[in-house]
């Protein structure tokens, strides 16, 4: 059997003027793997990424990527609810653009986002759910612990969890 270390977000003992405060760096980072898929009609997909405390609580959304530029009768907003799962647990009342959180979607690729230092101490759960138009949708959840992994089946590829 493998020992685990958990990823201890926002924890931090210290001395006077000896250690930074825990919000001076990123607890460690999360790379996920958009994948290049195989079909006709290739369009990027949205993506939400947030935490939620194990024991229940309130969801804490780190990155949210869609179409920044769709404006009109259709803007790009009006398809995050597609998100199903991230939109039910508070994307619905998130108000976009939201500055550090949200961006243009992604190309076929590997991209890395910093966790947040100043998140409480506890036991979380990353959640990576990814809708594309004319595709499918896909939601992962992995436990915050260093050095996890997983990966998606369709829209999304690997998942991996760093401490720093």
């Known amino acids: 059997m493998r020992p685990t270390a958990f990823l201890l977000l926002g924890g931090a003992i210290t001395a006077p003027a000896l250690v930074p405060p825990a ?5 460690g980072t999360v790379t996920i793997t958009v994948p290049r898929l195989n079909v006709a009609e290739y369009h990027k997909p949205y993506v939400a990424i947030w935490l939620e ?12 990527w869609y179409d ?3 404006r ?25 653009p939201a500055n550090g959180v949200s961006g243009a979607t992604r190309a076929p690729g590997q991209y890395t ?8 101490p506890g036991h979380y759960v990353l ?9 499918g ?9 260093a050095g996890a992994r997983t990966s ?5 590829g690997a998942i991996a969890i760093s401490a720093r």
């Not at 998606?152 to 999304?156: A, F, M, N, V």
């Open 72 to 96: 009109g009768n259709d803007p790009g907003t009006k398809w995050l609810a597609d998100l199903r799962a991230w939109w039910r647990k508070g994307g619905r009342s998130t108000a976009m």
């Open 152 to 156: 998606g089946k369709t829209e999304l």
């Open 68 to 70: 920044l530029k769709k």
């Open 127 to 135: 959640n990576v759910e990814a809708a594309r138009e004319t595709g």
């Open 23 to 27: 919000s001076a760096a990123p607890a």
């Open 53 to 64: 405390p194990v024991g229940g609580g309130a969801p804490r959304t780190l990155a949210v």
């Open 137 to 145: 949708r896909e939601l992962v959840s992995v436990p915050l612990t």
């Open 113 to 120: 986002i910093p966790l947040p230092a100043d998140v409480k």
